[in-house]
T-cell receptor
């Protein structure tokens, strides 16, 4: 089977750091993606890890450990506009679809 | 450069009716995928179209069907609507998957379907 698990909610204050963990189970795996979705909006691509290690894109970083079937998204210097849902997703071997987790709702407080 | 566009933005139907949703992919993209997103859930893959053919299908009944046109735009049709079909329907486009190490998909704003 295929599945991804991530926490349902995280709350933090402006300027803080938040880490969203994602564990996955799949028989085939290309890499782990992260998408952001504001309420009622389109999911937008944030980051992709094909290899183990850390990828940094501005205030956001993503990490992957294939041996642990685990990844995380790190949001630094949180801003109010970062309040959104964040989804981890993967594409599998011989598989054209993206499989998404249920999403983590991040709420940033002043 | 226009992104992915979808129409309509909102739609209200009653049980048993049929609905058609439309999607135009991002310029330069030839592959279109459709996803269903229930409230509070992640998007669930319905199917993907490439070269006017359904290339892969998710775990959805035959009531869900689609089409891709020569200009790469696509339609999603749902017949015999059920209350449980109420969801946000997202279209995503991507370039031909020649490099499977890149999984970026570009999503449209979605069509919010309500079935009463």
């Amino acid at each position: 089977g295929q599945s991804l698990e991530q926490p349902s909610e995280v709350t933090a204050v402006e300027g803080a750091i938040v880490q969203i963990n994602c564990t996955y189970q799949t028989s085939g795996f290309y890499g782990l993606s992260w998408y952001q979705q504001h309420d009622g909006g389109a999911p937008t691509f944030l980051s992709y890890n094909a290899l183990d290690g850390l990828e940094e894109t501005g205030r956001f970083s993503s990490f992957l450990s294939r041996s642990d079937s685990y990844g995380y998204l790190l949001l630094q210097e949180l801003q109010m506009k970062d309040s959104a849902s964040y989804f981890c997703a993967y594409g599998g071997e011989n598989d054209y679809k993206l499989s998404f987790g249920a999403g983590t709702t991040v709420t940033v407080r002043a | 450069d226009a992104g992915v566009t979808q129409s309509p933005t909102h739609l209200i139907k009653t049980r048993g009716q049929q609905v058609t949703l439309r999607c135009s992919p991002k310029s330069g993209h030839d592959t279109v995928s459709w996803y269903q997103q229930a409230l509070g859930q992640g998007p669930q893959f319905i199917f993907q179209y490439y070269e006017e053919e359904e290339r892969q299908r998710g775990n959805f009944p035959d009531r869900f069907s689609g089409h891709q046109f020569p200009n790469y735009s696509s339609e999603l049709n749902v017949n015999a609507l059920l209350l449980g079909d109420s969801a946000l329907y997202l279209c995503a486009s991507s370039p031909k998957r020649t490099d499977p190490s890149t999984d970026t998909q570009y999503f449209g704003p979605g069509t919010r379907l309500t079935v009463l």
